[in-house]
């Protein structure tokens, strides 16, 4: 190429570089560029979030799934505004691609490294999503519903639906049975404030020390504190007060789930996470319990999805057990959430418990078969 040549070309991009109009659409083009980047992460990060939170009756998505399709519509995006920048011509939309694309393997490879480096990160960001406390979400929002429907009322998120702390209060009430002073109706957030220390102030009469949770964080939606405080909540009123052979709360509770389990093969309780991930501690607890309604034998531990899928289902559809986990979620993590299955355990104890109680407190007729052989 002859020195004119390479004059040519040199004035014709400073001519370009220099043109008003292609410096305008070029900015244009960067910034709304980074403000679909921006939504688009930011919208994905936040509907994520909330998918993993629901109740889910099918199988969870992959991680990776998400990360493939997130990438997809990055691509598709932005041909789309490179299309738009050219008038819509399919025409200059494959001149271009195959410009910067096909004819620079060099620059095109350089590229390959910070769209590497991008992609592991979004990986990380949907891993980090995927372990969120999706499961301590689902279990103790189940849990609380579970209370609140005896009067008719439901939460749906759980750091947004107690902030004005009526239904608080209102769980307080039902799961103690006793009454909580009269909340204010109205709609400032003094009157927020007011509604939720009422609640802190009742945990703490049962001898609770609530550590660096106040009313204004729980206000405010922290979700966090909200859930540390569910926590409290479940441990005072549904784990505490269990009591077998001389250990309570958690330990009672172990205990009680290792005595039950005992008879069965290939169960082995001896923690609340990965002794329940083949799902067959659920199964024999329930069979146990109530032997008609599961076919134990049956069980193969290497099917945890079917197990686990199998305890849910006979529990919420005899045992009036709502189901607070997610099979897929217990299955695709190393360690499950102990405190979701501490809280959905207690829920089969006392359950079975108060099945008992009722049994006793009743005649035994000679037609009437219920295998308790005690709560402990």
């Known amino acids: 190429m002859d020195c004119r040549r390479l004059e040519q070309i040199f004035n014709k991009h400073t001519r370009l570089c220099l043109d008003p109009a292609v410096a305008m659409a070029s900015s244009r083009l960067k910034y709304m560029s980074l403000g679909v980047l921006v939504f688009q992460t930011t919208s994905l990060v936040l509907t994520m979030r909330y998918s993993r939170t629901l109740q889910s009756d099918g199988p969870r998505y ?3 799934s998400a990360v493939v399709v997130a990438e997809l519509l990055k691509i598709l995006t932005c041909v789309m505004l490179v299309f738009k920048e050219h008038s819509y011509s399919m025409r200059a939309l494959n001149s271009i691609l195959r410009q910067e694309i096909a004819h620079k393997p060099m620059e095109t490879l350089k590229l390959a490294i910070p769209s590497g480096i991008y992609t592991l990160q979004n990986n990380l960001l949907y891993v980090a999503l995927s372990n969120l406390d999706a499961a301590t979400y689902q279990t103790f929002t189940a849990w609380c519903n579970s209370h609140l429907r ?3 009322v ?7 639906d107690f902030r004005d702390g009526l239904k608080l209060m209102l769980l307080l009430e039902v799961i103690s049975g006793e009454r909580l ?4 109706r109205g709609k400032m957030r003094v009157h927020f404030v007011s509604n939720v220390n009422k609640a802190l102030d009742f945990i703490a009469s049962k001898g609770v020390k609530l550590v660096s949770i106040g009313a ?3 206000v405010d939606g922290n979700a966090k504190m909200t859930l540390g405080m569910i926590w409290t909540i479940i441990l005072r009123f549904a784990i505490q007060d269990i009591s077998v052979e001389e250990t309570s709360a958690k330990e009672g509770l172990l205990l009680w789930c290792q005595r039950k389990t005992a008879p069965y093969k290939n169960v082995n309780v001896q923690n609340f996470h990965i002794s329940w ?3 067959l501690a659920f199964n024999a607890l329930i069979h146990r319990h109530r032997p008609e309604l599961i076919d134990y034998d049956k069980l193969r531990k290497d099917d945890p999805l079917t197990n686990l899928n199998n305890a849910f289902d006979v529990a919420e559809k005899y045992l009036d057990i709502p189901k607070m986990l997610d099979a897929e979620d217990i299955v695709g993590t190393a360690r499950p ?4 299955i501490m809280t959905y355990v207690s829920s089969f104890y006392h359950a079975f418990s108060g099945a008992q109680k009722d049994q006793q407190s009743r005649a035994p007729g000679p037609q009437q078969v219920f295998h308790t052989d005690g709560p402990c």
């Open 181 to 184: 002073p009269k909340p204010e």
């Open 62 to 64: 992959l991680a990776s």
């Open 337 to 340: 959430d102990e405190k979701a």
């Open 277 to 279: 991930k083949d799902g």
């Open 154 to 160: 439901q939460i749906e998120n759980i750091e947004e």
């Open 150 to 152: 005896k009067m008719g």
């Open 216 to 218: 204004e964080e729980i």
